[in-house]
């Protein structure tokens, strides 16, 4: 990966995820579905506090707080946010005090929702729970913990902020970089060819940074994105944010084109963290067949589309799905989930 990793492997870094992930064939489901043969990177198996991508986005962000002598870190996310729960594992782990800002993205007065899942699991950890009103007010959430931590200051604390809204340094695509290499190995050693990997595309973080990964290890596998918070024109402009910022921050000369975001927002309806039918349907073959278990907001609305993307294609290719986790939000909507069975 020449000087980009050379950048990568300077910046600090906390070792927070069990890696490699194992890649496995889904056996029955490529049979039930017909086309393209199926396969799963199991990156809900990262291990720290049930897992999920979010444990490799954070380990550049806790390297740098814990470089800059932080004692407390901060994070915004909706309510049944799997990033918020992973930052305070992270910081439970490092010994770091954990304020989260939850933001009211998803309308629901369901108890199970708002009291179940990654809440339960931030309580457990320890974490200061805050709220933010507005679920689609990145800035203004961003502003506002900035203000939880000037308070924090004045209490003689050292906070950290992770930010919510783009234009930070993407320290939390560089795991997905790593990511990269680890996949490309991964298939190499077991001599499968893979011509499409799909990932949930949300904050950019995974999507682009395993796009830009795979580029600047000269792998032309394409990388198809299935939306889950905002619809694909307006996820095409964060993924080339993503990228270039990438770049930026590696010093390096992005390979990643235009032609190589590909984005599928047939899924999103009605919206992020709500449920419909081809989503219900993907976690229910998941768990019936695979033993998969799949949750409403990321990762049953990108294996939708990588059924669908499989039944496009013939039995000769292969499709990659990456699990980015995302386990607790499953018992969150229990009640949806289980409706018509």
């Known amino acids: 990966m020449g000087n980009g990793l050379e950048k990568l492997e300077k910046l600090p870094r906390a070792i927070l995820a069990h890696t490699p992930t194992p890649i496995e064939h889904l056996p029955s489901l490529s049979v039930k579905i017909g086309g393209a043969v199926l396969y799963v990177k199991r990156d809900d198996c990262t291990g720290l506090a049930l897992g999920g991508n979010k ?6 962000y806790v390297g740098d707080a814990l470089s800059q002598d932080a004692d407390t870190i901060l994070i915004t996310g909706a309510v049944q946010s799997n990033f918020v729960r992973t930052a305070a594992a992270a910081a439970a782990r490092y010994g770091l005090t954990c304020h989260i800002q939850l933001e009211e993205r998803v309308k629901s007065t369901d108890a199970l929702y708002r009291d179940s899942g990654n809440v339960l699991l931030n309580q457990l950890l320890g974490a200061t729970i805050h709220s933010y009103p507005d679920g689609e007010d990145e800035s203004g959430a961003d502003r506002r913990v900035h203000e939880i931590a000037d308070d924090l200051r004045v209490q003689g604390r050292r906070p950290y902020v992770i ?3 783009p234009g930070y340094p993407p320290l939390g695509a560089l795991g997905y970089v790593i990511a990269a290499q680890e996949i490309v190995s991964q298939l190499t050693a077991i001599d499968r060819e893979v011509s499409e990997i799909v990932v949930a595309s949300g904050s950019g973080h995974t ?6 990964g795979l580029r600047m290890l000269g792998s032309s596998i394409r990388v198809l994105g299935i939306c889950v918070r905002r619809d694909s024109a307006a996820q095409e402009l964060r993924i080339r944010a993503r990228c270039r910022e990438i770049a930026e921050l590696l010093e390096v000369q992005s390979r990643v084109t235009d032609a190589d975001i590909y984005l599928r927002d047939d899924f999103l309806a009605p919206g992020y963290g ?3 039918f081809p989503t219900r349907e993907a976690i229910r073959l998941g768990a019936h067949h695979e033993a998969l278990l799949l949750d409403p907001v990321y990762t049953g609305k990108a294996f939708a589309g ?10 000769q290719e292969t499709v990659l799905f990456v699990h980015t986790g995302g ?13 018509g069975q």
């Open 207 to 212: 999507h682009a940074g395993l796009l830009f």
């Open 274 to 276: 709500q449920l419909n």
């Open 163 to 165: 930010p919510l809204a």
């Open 55 to 60: 444990v490799r986005q954070l380990e550049y």
């Open 306 to 315: 990588c059924l669908q993307r499989a039944q496009e294609l013939d039995s």
């Open 327 to 339: 386990t607790p939000g499953i018992f969150a909507y229990g009640a949806q989930l289980l409706e």
